[in-house]
């Protein structure tokens, strides 16, 4: 079970704006640490999509964008394109007895 | 470019210590607002943070993992490694060699390929 909470799937149409959510709690988002977003393409590494909650490294299409409010944070992924069917996953920090990175069990966008 | 390539055996027996090497090139792992962390990912599953070190040595590690798991430097070959003792089953995984960048507020900009480790007798 992880630390933070993102749901295990959602999907949209070519073209269509969708949301993956990452709760987590005082001890991790909560506490203002920021939270980091990676997509993973299958058979590959993740990749860096959204750092410190808004921010996109160069090269990330600015279809993507990430927001944090409480113990919460998004991701929103708009114009969708076939070829953004992939997983992600939030991380942020964690300080309780789970201290350390923490990662969100993870969504698989599937794009209709 | 920076590039991370983990190498290590791809197969560990139970109980055994499995042994990971991450060798960094295109950037120095002992300067900068960088420190490098090890990732597995067991197959179909999530990303799960096995523990980190900075370029002073400095350690940190997952509660869970803290007792079986050590991260040293190697400055001389711009490496870093991973041991993990008694390993079982449950360890199988895609080990992640990967670089927190400070500018990033140590979002991890960079990763290896992954290296897939087996625990099998």
């Known amino acids: 079970q992880s630390v933070l909470t993102q749901p295990p799937s959602v999907s949209g149409a070519p073209g269509q704006r969708v949301t993956i959510s990452c709760t987590g709690s005082s001890a991790n988002i909560g506490s203002g640490y920021d939270v980091h977003w990676y997509q993973q393409l299958p058979g590959t590494a993740p990749k860096l999509l959204i750092y410190?909650?808004?921010n996109r490294p160069s090269g990330v299409p600015d279809r993507f964008s990430g927001s944090k409010s409480g113990t919460s944070a998004s991701l929103v992924i708009t114009g969708l394109q076939a070829e953004d069917e992939a997983d992600y996953y939030c991380q942020s920090y964690d300080n309780s007895l789970s201290a350390g990175e923490v990662f969100g069990g993870g969504t698989k966008l599937t794009v209709l | 470019q920076v590039l991370l390539q983990e190498s290590g055996p791809g197969l560990v027996k139970p109980s055994q210590t499995l042994s990971l090497t991450c060798t960094v090139s295109?950037?120095?792992?002992?300067?900068?607002?960088?420190?490098w962390s090890w990732i597995r990912q067991p197959a179909g599953k999530g990303l799960y943070w096995i523990g980190r070190i900075y370029m002073t040595g400095s350690t940190s590690y997952n509660p869970s993992l803290r007792s079986r798991a050590t991260i040293s430097l190697d400055t001389s070959k711009n490496q870093f490694s991973l041991k993990l003792t008694s390993v079982t089953a449950s360890d199988t995984a895609v080990y992640y060699c990967?670089?927190?960048?400070?500018?990033?507020?140590?979002?991890?900009?960079?990763w290896g390929q992954g290296i897939l480790v087996t625990v099998s007798s």
């Open positions: 410190a909650n808004s």
């Open positions: 990967a670089r927190h960048d400070g500018d990033y507020s140590g979002g991890v900009d960079y």
């Open positions: 295109g950037a120095s792992i002992s300067s900068g607002s960088f420190w």
